[in-house]
């Protein structure tokens, strides 16, 4: 049986930061203390002014192929999960295939907001499994969430920032990914997004459980799936919103916090690409190696939710 396997990652982390102090003065008020205890957020990174997202895209894809020793024109399938795109069409994806010289790739985007990534990964193993035809699939996060900012909401542009994760999948007939698991609540869908101002909005409040309730849940599942237990999961990689969030899923899950990883008090929220994000630099510093269970679990505005569950 032919499965997708991970065999490389890549991240972009553009070059402008800003930390919470640079915050407080542009903000004129106190809020590096309530980011810092409440979120885990310390300083984010956004893209130049001459910069647009398929450039971290393409940085960050470019970095998974070099690391797997796959020339772009071996690449079948390039995916772009984001919500911040170039622009609203053409797909960004076909930017990145450009920009690459993947030239034998098709291409296409995937929006789930904050789980696309995930969902996307999900699908490329899926192609894979369904189809000989596909052996390289490219599957990138990417956000630029900065150019959709409203400077004077401290609720929103503390928080997003901008950057993006690559990851390769490749045809294998070792394990690799074992299952994955969506699930959505549309009665949310008008609760924060990019509406008609062309600016991130929070509209209103979602439950504040509401990761903490369903993250679990979703994990079970999809390890169900995979006729795995929870409890063997070697590295947990969330949606990088909120580590306080992260702590409590993982007591729930009566779990050490060292089998989770994060970056959000190094990067910001980078979104659809945080996930990828947070698994290269997890890989950077030996958190995971062969063998090992990996399981991602995303969610963001819709509200969708996606999780999945790898072996290393």
């Given at each position: 049986?032919?499965?997708?396997?991970?065999v490389s990652t890549g991240r972009s982390v553009p070059p402008v930061v800003v930390t919470n102090a640079?915050?407080?003065?542009?903000?004129?008020?106190?809020?590096?203390?309530?980011?810092?205890?409440?979120?885990?957020?310390?300083?984010?990174?956004?893209?130049?002014?001459?910069?647009?997202?398929?450039?971290?895209?393409?940085?960050?894809?470019?970095?998974?192929?070099?690391?797997?020793?796959?020339?772009?024109?071996?690449?079948?399938?390039?995916?772009?999960?984001?919500?911040?795109?170039?622009?609203?069409?053409?797909?960004?994806?076909?930017?990145?295939?450009?920009?690459?010289?993947?030239?034998?790739?098709?291409?296409?985007?995937?929006?789930?907001?904050?789980?696309?990534?995930?969902?996307?990964?999900?699908?490329?193993?899926?192609?894979?499994?369904?189809?000989?035809?596909?052996?390289?699939?490219?599957?990138?996060?990417?956000?630029?969430m900065s150019r959709h900012l409203d400077w004077s909401d401290k609720t929103t542009c503390t928080l997003?920032?901008?950057?993006?994760?690559?990851?390769?999948?490749?045809?294998?007939?070792?394990?690799?990914?074992?299952?994955?698991?969506?699930?959505?609540?549309?009665?949310?869908?008008?609760?924060?997004?990019?509406?008609?101002?062309?600016?991130?909005?929070?509209?209103?409040?979602?439950?504040?459980?509401?990761?903490?309730?369903?993250?679990?849940?979703?994990?079970?599942?999809?390890?169900?799936?995979?006729?795995?237990?929870?409890?063997?999961?070697?590295?947990?990689?969330?949606?990088?919103?909120?580590?306080?969030?992260?702590?409590?899923?993982?007591?729930?899950?009566?779990?050490?916090?060292?089998?989770?990883?994060?970056?959000?008090?190094?990067?910001?929220?980078?979104?659809?690409?945080?996930?990828?994000?947070?698994?290269?630099?997890?890989?950077?510093?030996?958190?995971?190696?062969?063998?090992?269970?990996?399981?991602?679990?995303?969610?963001?505005?819709?509200?969708?939710?996606?999780?999945?569950?790898?072996?290393?």
């Amino acid at each position: 049986m032919t499965v997708a396997r991970i065999v490389s990652t890549g991240r972009s982390v553009p070059p402008v930061v800003v930390t919470n102090a640079e915050m407080n003065q542009r903000l004129g008020k106190n809020v590096s203390e309530w980011l810092t205890q409440n979120v885990g957020i310390e300083q984010r990174c956004f893209m130049r002014d001459d910069q647009v997202p398929s450039d971290l895209a393409t940085e960050a894809s470019a970095q998974a192929l070099a690391r797997a020793g796959v020339d772009p024109k071996d690449v079948d399938l390039v995916i772009v999960a984001t919500d911040t795109p170039d622009t609203p069409s053409p797909a960004t994806a076909s930017v990145v295939q450009h920009k690459l010289r993947a030239t034998r790739a098709g291409t296409f985007d995937v929006n789930c907001a904050c789980a696309g990534w995930v969902t996307a990964l999900d699908m490329g193993a899926k192609y894979i499994a369904a189809d000989p035809s596909y052996r390289n699939v490219l599957v990138t996060g990417v956000y630029g969430m900065s150019r959709h900012l409203d400077w004077s909401d401290k609720t929103t542009c503390t928080l997003f920032a901008d950057g993006a994760g690559a990851v390769l999948l490749q045809a294998s007939a070792a394990p690799g990914h074992l299952s994955g698991q969506l699930y959505a609540d549309g009665s949310y869908h008008d609760a924060l997004g990019i509406y008609a101002k062309g600016v991130v909005q929070f509209t209103r409040r979602f439950p504040p459980t509401y990761n903490v309730e369903h993250w679990p849940r979703m994990l079970h599942a999809a390890a169900d799936k995979a006729r795995v237990r929870v409890a063997d999961i070697g590295l947990f990689v969330f949606t990088q919103l909120n580590l306080r969030t992260i702590e409590e899923v993982m007591a729930k899950l009566q779990l050490p916090l060292e089998r989770a990883h994060w970056v959000m008090h190094k990067w910001g929220y980078t979104g659809s690409a945080c996930i990828p994000m947070t698994l290269d630099d997890a890989v950077e510093h030996g958190k995971v190696k062969p063998g090992d269970l990996v399981a991602f679990c995303g969610s963001g505005g819709g509200v969708s939710m996606a999780s999945a569950i790898f072996r290393w």
